[in-house]
T-cell receptor, first 114, second 114 residues
Framework: AQSVAQPEDQVNVAEGNPLTVKCTYS??????LFWYVQYPNRGLQFLLK??????LVKGSYGFEAEFNKSQTSFHLKKPSALVSDSALYFC????????????FGDGTTLTVKP | GAGVSQSPSNKVTEKGKDVELRCDPI?????LYWYRQSLGQGLEFLIY????????KSGLPSDRFSAERTGGSVSTLTIQRTQQEDSAVYLC????????????FGPGTRLTVL
């Protein structure tokens, strides 16, 4: 079985400060990992993914995430937060041996204050 | 259109009635997913279609829920004898074939069962 945990329901940061949204996963094989963002009153949008290769992956809007196999983590980061980054963020994992099914975390609400 | 579309955007129904929710995936996407998002909750996987293969129905919560995909394109999620606990936002997503592909989400259908 595959699972994802986002241990923080809410993350608050000040504009200009670095942000981290945490994600840990459990999957039987090598994981495929994804981050999605849901802005208020808008649908989910893909941010970035890790499939293989460099552990640090870069995505949309200046976000990046680091895959850490030993800690089974895939934390989302951004060096300097913007107020417009305020949204609901979801981490997702897919087991390559179960090609279709993605398991999503419960989401983390990021609030960036001016 | 360029994205995933869903209809209706909102549906209010009475307990016990049947409802049909429609999803038009992105042209060329062979994979189609249905999820349910309850208020304050993460995404709950419902069903997955990949091409002409048998769908993965492992997430359907009861036999009142069913889905079909006609011609490898449009999909309909049907909920029979709706219950109040079925109230949620139902999200559809599509992707290119393969487990490495990210999903593109529609805007969702907000279902309210009175």
């Amino acid at each position: 079985a595959q699972s994802v945990a986002q241990p923080e329901d809410q993350v608050n940061v000040a504009e200009g400060n670095p942000l981290t949204v945490k994600c840990t996963y459990s999957v039987s094989g090598n994981p495929y990992l994804f981050w999605y963002v849901q802005y208020p009153n808008r649908g989910l949008q893909f941010l970035l993914k890790y499939i293989t290769g460099d552990n640090l992956v870069k995505g949309s809007y200046g976000f990046e995430a680091e895959f850490n196999k030993s800690q089974t983590s895939f934390h989302l980061k951004k060096p300097s937060a913007l107020v417009s980054d305020s949204a609901l963020y979801f981490c997702a994992v897919r087991d390559p041996t179960n090609a279709g099914k993605s398991t999503f975390g419960d989401g983390t609400t990021l609030t960036v204050k001016p | 259109g360029a994205g995933v579309s869903q209809s209706p955007s909102n549906k209010v129904t009475e307990k016990g009635k049947d409802v049909e929710l429609r999803c038009d995936p992105i042209s060329g996407h062979t994979a189609l997913y249905w999820y349910r998002q309850s208020l304050g909750q993460g995404l709950e996987f419902l069903i997955y279609f990949q091409g002409n293969s048998a769908p993965d129905k492992s997430g359907l919560p009861s036999d009142r829920f069913s889905a079909e995909r006609t011609g490898g394109s449009v999909s309909t999620l049907t909920i029979q004898r709706t219950q109040q606990e079925d109230s949620a936002v139902y999200l559809c997503a599509s992707s290119l074939r393969g487990s490495v592909a990210e999903q593109f989400f529609g805007p969702g259908t907000r279902l309210t069962v009175l």
